[in-house]
């Protein structure tokens, strides 16, 4: 397996990235993961098991590599969640549309959102000045990696970005952004035909 980017990232890519404690590498090794929990769905699984398999790598790799550098897993509402060790950063991941990557198109949530990741966007205020100059402690500041895998015959492409979403209320898709650090294709292959249509939507409840 070979994977690349699509083109070089940048010293603005590095430096936004680092701003939320993160580097490209994190990001890559979940996607990765993701990408090969893919190659494991057997031809006749349920429709929506590739994407259920990338999901749960993707989240688990994430945090272990993030979680060896000092962030905390969060699963107070089950959401596959990781906390920066010292700013409001919260990580997740998003499964996004077409424009994931592209700063000039809408991106948007394949799926509506459920009552624990809307409570959770509450404190991603549109018209604060900088990343975290609107925090207050009992705020986070909720940040998803959003990806978006292509395949063309045998070549697999996952669009992705790190971004911030506005409040949005539950049960409506997320289209509104704070924050967008677009970032180029990562690009694998050649690897076999694998499902990309669906991925699965995990609800989240929030517990009384």
């Not at 898709?173 to 650090?181: L, T």
């Amino acid at each position: 397996m070979t994977m690349s980017n699509a083109t070089e990232l940048t010293a603005d890519h590095h430096a936004r990235l680092a701003e939320l404690g993160l580097r490209v590498d994190h990001l890559d090794e979940a996607i990765w993961a993701g990408v090969d929990a893919r190659l494991s769905a057997p031809p006749l699984g349920p429709t929506n098991g590739a994407g259920l398999l990338d999901w749960v790598h993707r989240v688990g790799r994430l945090r272990e590599v993030l979680v060896a550098e000092g962030w905390t897993k969060v699963d107070k509402w089950n959401a596959g969640l990781v906390q920066h060790p010292s700013k409001p950063v919260v990580l997740g991941t998003l499964q996004g549309n077409r424009s994931t990557g592209n700063p000039h198109a809408p991106l948007r949530s394949d799926y509506a959102k459920g009552p624990a990741i809307a409570a959770m966007m509450r404190g991603n205020d549109h018209d604060q000045l900088s990343l975290f100059d609107s925090f207050h402690a009992h705020e986070w500041k909720l940040w998803f990696l959003v990806t978006y895998v292509v395949q063309e015959d045998e070549r697999t492409t996952v669009l992705r970005e790190v971004s911030q979403p506005e409040p949005t209320p539950q049960g409506q898709v997320v289209d509104r952004w704070a924050h967008r650090i677009t970032l180029p294709p990562l690009e694998f292959g050649p690897l076999p035909p694998m499902r990309t249509a669906h991925e699965v939507d995990v609800p989240v409840r929030v517990r009384e």
